[in-house]
């Protein structure tokens, strides 16, 4: 009876976050968000939480929230706020918000503020590579969904998982359906022996760092 009562208040919060999150603009499912916010408010390891690529905040407010809800850290949100090569105008995937304005930056805080998150977001208008110079604190959970090429990605990773705490996570959002986050992901499967799998949900991939 207890653990079907626990399956009802999960199924409950997923719907209520669902709502919740449901006008903030963005490419990231209800079902990832909500393991995106149960890691940021269950995950292991000791340390920051770090989103490289945030466009109007839709993953931002999930992780955030969920620790903001387990009285963890605050999130420190990285992007340029000038869109990915896809969000560009004539690209597939067009942001209008970026046409106009110029900025997804004033969309994204005004997302944060609706949810009531301002304070508890550290955003650093940058690039990956500007934001790591000066980066020197533990980190418990780096999400990685800036440009997907490969490149890109490898250079974010590269970048940043060094920086990543023993048993702290990894995720990319993408898996199976951008080829560089697709191809990244499987070399490090095969071949990154301080990293195991944790989970896939949806096109959100999760790995764990290893304790020594």
Known sequence: MESLILKFRVMNQFLLLSRLMAPIEGFLTEIEG?????????????????????????STCYLALGSKQAGREKVTAIDTFQGSPEHQPGADAESK????????????????????LTDDVNVLCATSEEAVKNWDRP??????????????CLKDYSLWAPHVAE?????FHDYGQAEGVTRLCDELRQHADDLKEFGL??????FQKRSK
């Open 34 to 58: 909500f393991m995106l916010y149960s890691l940021a408010r269950e995950g292991e390891g000791l340390g920051d939480i770090v989103e490289l690529g945030s466009y109007m905040g839709r």
């Open 97 to 116: 918000v970026l046409k106009e304005e110029g900025t997804t930056l004033n969309r994204f805080r005004a997302n944060l503020q609706h949810i009531g």
């Open 139 to 152: 980190i418990r959970f780096l999400f990685i969904d800036a440009d997907h090429s490969y490149e890109a």
């Open 167 to 171: 048993c702290g996570l990894i995720a």
């Open 201 to 206: 949900s949806a096109s959100l991939f999760v």
